[in-house]
């Protein structure tokens, strides 16, 4: 078991992100079994769940536009999304073989005027989920992130979790991107130039 100050943060492993799902993932089912057993190893587990909407602001259908395209919105360029996590539906539910036994479950993207990646931060990069002073309350300093997609709701986290002083892993062998015009080699290089220990 890791020390107390120690945290397993298991990212958005959920229906839409894996395969059938309305914004699958390559693969992304096949982590299930090894970040449910990467659990046992942690006192405290935390899941973030992507929590969006009918008609969210960073969904294409929204914008008549076409997924996968980009729109500028005042906190920056936005990727337009096919319609996905919608709450309360079965895309956005936990894959039914993910052990959810966390300690916490941090919904994210539930602001129809702003997405967020990151499980720390909206979009715009100011607007706090609460994830940071859950951790600092309970002494926890030290990350490992696992999950769904790599380049994205993964890298966001770990960035924004190295630059508020936590100790942050990224497990590459239990996360799966979506890898869009080279923005997997983009968030590793990101990553690991934060300061994050890409394992």
Known sequence: MRAANEALIVIDIQNDFCPGGALAVTGGDEIVPGVNALMDDFASV???QDWHPSGHSSFASTHGAAPYSTTEMPYGTQVLWPDHCIQSTDGAAFHQDLVTKGDLIIRKGFNPLIDSYSAFFEN????PTGLE???????IDTLTMVGLATDFC???SAVDAAKLGFNVTVRTDLCRAIDMDGSLSA?????????VEVL
């Open 124 to 127: 715009d990069h100011v607007t």
């Open 187 to 195: 968030a590793l290089d990101g990553m690991k130039a934060a300061g």
């Open 154 to 156: 993964v890298n966001f």
């Open 133 to 139: 002073g859950y951790l600092r309350t309970r002494g």
């Open 46 to 48: 935390i899941l973030t």
